[in-house]
């Protein structure tokens, strides 16, 4: 059986030769660039569905907004970066209710933006300020939407979004799934030893991948153990599970996949 685990509000991440928190929100805070980084919040999905016939209540976008303004009072960033997937489509935006459009727009006036660009959305965000890129590399640190099978020169770190990670666990006979933070060696970086190399515990030495959980209210989740997610790591990695208001960190080891479903041949 599992031993029990001391929830905290946030936990440690130390990746790349940088220190990060990862916050129960599913934000992450970078102390060193005075930055809140966020991926995937998909405002006005439920919106987008009813425009498709399927009915869901219309609060996401303000219970995300919601969510951000707390984890940004908790940290006080001066930055703060989206990594993609910011609206649920190129027409977000447009359709963004207006009390929810202020209460956006006050948080960008506050703060120095960035909309990192994803598949879904692209660049419509920056209709509302802040700047746009498709990716920026700071401190030998890659900001993108998607891992990417390359690295740019001097990069050291990647973190990105875009696969709404989830980790299973088992918890007194029970399967628990919960939203997670997802982090190992991506790759082996030429010259072994040399400056550009990062040294992990159990990987030796590489690229550094961070992968953020969706931040959005109506986003659903991918087992960190599917072939779309797994592959991205080179060996074993660790996973910060995020509970009600605790960061709990594990071992890929000691996560379950999905369960298969029983089909009946006849």
């Not at 006080?76 to 989206?82: E, G, N, S, T, V």
């Not at 703060?111 to 746009?132: K, Y």
């Amino acid at each position: 059986m599992m031993p029990p685990i001391a929830p905290h509000a946030s936990a440690t991440v130390r990746l790349g030769g940088h220190d990060f928190l990862a916050d129960h929100s599913g934000a992450l805070v970078w102390p060193a660039a005075a930055a809140l980084l966020v991926a995937d919040l998909h405002l006005e999905k439920g919106s987008a569905f009813a425009g498709r016939g399927v009915l869901l209540p219309p609060f996401d976008s303000r219970q995300t907004l919601i969510n951000l303004e707390a984890a940004v009072a908790r940290h006080r960033p001066r930055r703060i970066i989206c990594l993609g997937d910011s609206f649920h489509d190129r027409g977000g935006p447009l359709r963004l209710p207006a009390d929810d459009r202020r209460r956006l727009q006050a948080l960008i006036a506050a703060h120095d933006w960035l909309w990192i660009t994803g598949n879904h959305d692209e660049s419509a965000a920056g209709v509302l300020g802040g700047g746009v890129a498709r990716s920026v590399i700071e401190q030998g640190v890659a900001l993108r939407h998607e891992a990417s099978g390359a690295a740019e020169p001097g990069e050291r770190l990647e973190i990105s979004g875009h696969f709404h990670p989830k980790a299973i666990i088992r918890v007194r006979g029970r399967r628990l799934s919960r939203r997670c933070f997802a982090a190992g060696t991506a790759d082996v970086v030429s010259g072994g030893d040399g400056p550009g190399s990062v040294g992990l515990a159990r990987d030796g030495k590489g690229r550094a991948r961070l992968i953020l959980p969706a931040f959005g209210a109506y986003t659903g989740g991918l087992n960190v153990l599917d072939p779309a997610i797994r592959p991205l790591f080179r060996g074993g990695f660790d996973v910060w599970m995020l509970g009600t208001d605790g960061v709990h960190r594990l071992p890929s080891t000691r996560l379950d996949p999905d369960v298969q479903r029983q089909t009946n041949r006849h």
